[in-house]
């Protein structure tokens, strides 16, 4: 995540202390009064977050079935377990290519509908408020919807009705993965939620860049259209692209909801990794540890993607104009 | 573009454009069918009758059975009723607890002079880089070490602090225009007293942002309350709805109804707060 372009620097701008105020015993005391804001929350963030994190990536290197006070250290035999005998290597890959697909649809799909609504002279907001409404819904409202309504097999779905006008036979689409036709509901759904959030960005970032750059555009004769978006509008975008790619990167490899409802956890197929980690530490099994280093390695894989997409897009390069 | 190009090319796109403006419409509207053709689904069959939902004689109207949402609330076998109470009390409780604490941390990082602040807010970054998701499983053995399965606590309080927010406070707060905090400190405010006084009456637009953003991802998230939630009595909302969908026994216009009842309230935050919730999303800092 980044700063925004006018206000920050990841860095706190240490306030300098008012000479000209006198000190007034404790409630001048910076010192105190920094830990009587931060105190709360950095005790919650070390309870909560950094045990949990330095906690998991303990149990990764014990035997902790049904237990998570492990006694037993194995080294990285979770990790070899996890990686060759289970499904969570193959929910990697398939979450790789998973990502591949719908961050860039997602990102397509925002942008085009961003640059829609601000052409619109009449009724901007109206449009905008439609496509940024699927935001609101969950996941799971959303599955319930895509599984029970618009895909399901049967004649009374809405895909399959309108298919049957044109005199298709009805689909199996989540009963099935040959052909893997539960991706279309899996991506189209996805598309449907994330698209109006990642639109505000984008319209956000298209209304900051200065009208002067298309009047020098047009003088120096670029066609409006595909080259003034080509060589003016998406440079420009560039900040917000990286930004919106980490995050769809981030949110790919964290899906859980939907897959649940949708594809839920006895299908073999569309496993999520969290899902495999969810079977694996709170299934029957219980192991713990095997799933401490299953979430180990998804964190690490997500952070390789992070600093990859980073070296690629040139991550921050757009922070300091 | 149209709204920012300059004025001399406006009468010239005019002209030309009459054409390319009905296209463009029809192109906008074309997208917004599609957008709210689930939310359609969603009340239609919500107050349909089950063969209204699942019968080859498909209408476009449903016949108004407004009894469905007596039915769904009434229905025993399903607590319902309690499910939408829980996450209501989950939903503010997160919400006022994570602005309260993620706020007073972020001007702490921002505004208040100490030496390793810099040290203190590096480690608040860190955390950002590790997918929340990820550590469900520690994070589950902690709090129901703690004794906290099943209760308000479990699903509230290790929610409440997010270094994403507390970065985000920071950053607003770094934008503040500090003259005012100056100045009342220079009256005799203390820092704790120009926050609450000056800063905070100053920042609430940014306050109704965050806490539109916090409420909807409280309300809507699954898989800590999934983890956390053993015991029905204490379901949220997305449980309860998911539960619908292995559950045989309920028939398609109560699953709807329930989905329908779930959405409405966010629906209507997120009309009203608009304003300010695209304003904060677009101010927040994750534009990059």
């Known amino acids: 995540m980044s700063t925004t372009t006018t206000r920050g620097v990841a860095q706190p701008a240490p306030a300098k202390v008012s000479k000209t105020r006198p000190r007034r015993g404790l409630r001048g005391n910076p010192t105190l009064n920094f830990w009587l804001f931060t105190g709360p929350f950095l005790f919650g963030l070390a309870i909560f977050v950094f045990v949990p994190i330095g906690w998991s990536v303990w149990l990764s290197f014990f035997d902790a079935r049904y237990t998570v006070t492990p006694s037993h250290f194995t080294g990285f035999e979770n990790y070899k377990q996890i990686l060759t005998n289970s499904e969570f290597p193959d929910s990697l890959l398939t979450f790789t290519v998973f990502a591949a697909f719908i961050v860039p649809t997602t990102w397509a799909l925002s942008l085009g509908l961003a640059l829609l609504v601000n052409r619109l002279r009449f009724m901007r907001a109206f449009f905008r408020s439609v496509f940024f409404l699927p935001t609101a819904v969950s996941y799971v409202a959303a599955a319930l919807i895509w599984k029970m309504s618009i895909f399901s097999g049967v004649r009374f779905g809405l895909a399959n009705t309108v298919l049957g006008w044109f005199g298709v036979d009805n689909i199996a689409y989540l009963s099935n993965p040959s052909p893997p036709w539960y991706w279309l509901v899996i991506v189209s759904l996805r598309l449907w939620i994330q ?112 600093l990859l997409q980073g070296k690629f897009m040139g991550f921050g390069r757009g922070e300091d104009k | 573009m149209t709204s920012t190009a300059p004025q001399v090319g406006k009468q010239r796109r005019k002209n030309r454009g009459a054409l390319g403006n009905t296209g463009l419409y029809v192109a906008v509207g074309v997208a917004a069918l599609l957008f709210l ?65 993620c706020s007073l941390a972020g001007y702490g990082l921002a505004r208040i002079p100490y030496k390793h602040a810099n040290k203190v807010f590096y480690a608040v970054l860190a955390t950002l880089m590790v997918p929340t998701a990820v550590t469900f499983v520690p994070s589950f053995v902690l709090v129901s070490s703690l004794g906290w399965v099943d209760t308000y606590r479990g699903l509230i309080i290790p929610g409440l602090f997010s270094g994403f927010t507390c970065f985000l406070f920071r950053q ?41 953003i916090t409420f909807i991802s409280a ?70």
């Open chain 2, 37 to 101: 053709i689930p939310f359609y689904l969603i009340f239609r069959n919500a107050l349909s009758t089950d063969p209204e939902i699942t019968g080859e004689n498909w209408k476009l109207l449903p016949s108004f059975q407004w009894g469905n949402i007596s039915e769904l609330f009434d229905d025993p076998t399903v607590e319902f009723g309690r499910s939408m109470f829980n996450s209501l009390v989950v939903a503010v409780l997160t919400t006022l607890g994570t602005l309260l604490v």
């Open chain 2, 172 to 212: 607003y707060f770094l934008g503040f225009p500090k003259e005012l905090e100056e100045a009342a400190r220079v009256d005799g405010l203390g820092y704790w007293g120009a926050y609450w006084r000056i800063v905070v009456p100053n920042s609430l637009n940014f306050f109704a942002a965050i806490a539109t």
């Open chain 1, 195 to 306: 698209s109006g959030f990642y639109m505000i960005l984008f319209l956000a970032a298209l209304q900051n860049i200065p009208a002067e750059l298309y009047e020098a555009a047009a003088i120096d004769g670029a066609k409006p259209g595909w080259q003034t978006f080509r060589h003016i509008t998406l440079p420009q975008l560039r900040a917000t692209s990286t930004a919106v790619i980490l995050l769809l990167l981030v949110a790919a490899y964290q899906a859980f909801d939907e897959f649940f409802n949708i594809v839920g956890q006895k299908a073999t197929w569309a496993q999520t990794p969290l899902m495999e980690l969810y079977k694996t530490a709170l299934g029957t099994s219980q192991d713990y540890g095997a799933g401490s280093a299953g979430a180990v390695i998804l964190s690490l894989l997500i952070c390789l993607v992070t």
């Open chain 2, 219 to 288: 309300w809507n998230s699954f898989l800590w309350p999934l983890v956390i939630g053993q015991d029905p009595s204490s379901w949220t909302v997305q449980i309860a709805l998911s539960s619908f969908m292995t559950n045989q026994t309920v028939n398609f216009h109560l699953i709807f109804m329930a989905t329908a009842v779930s959405i409405l309230p966010l629906v209507f935050v997120f009309l009203f707060l608009q304003r300010w919730l695209v304003q904060g999303i677009a101010q927040t800092g994750i534009k990059g």
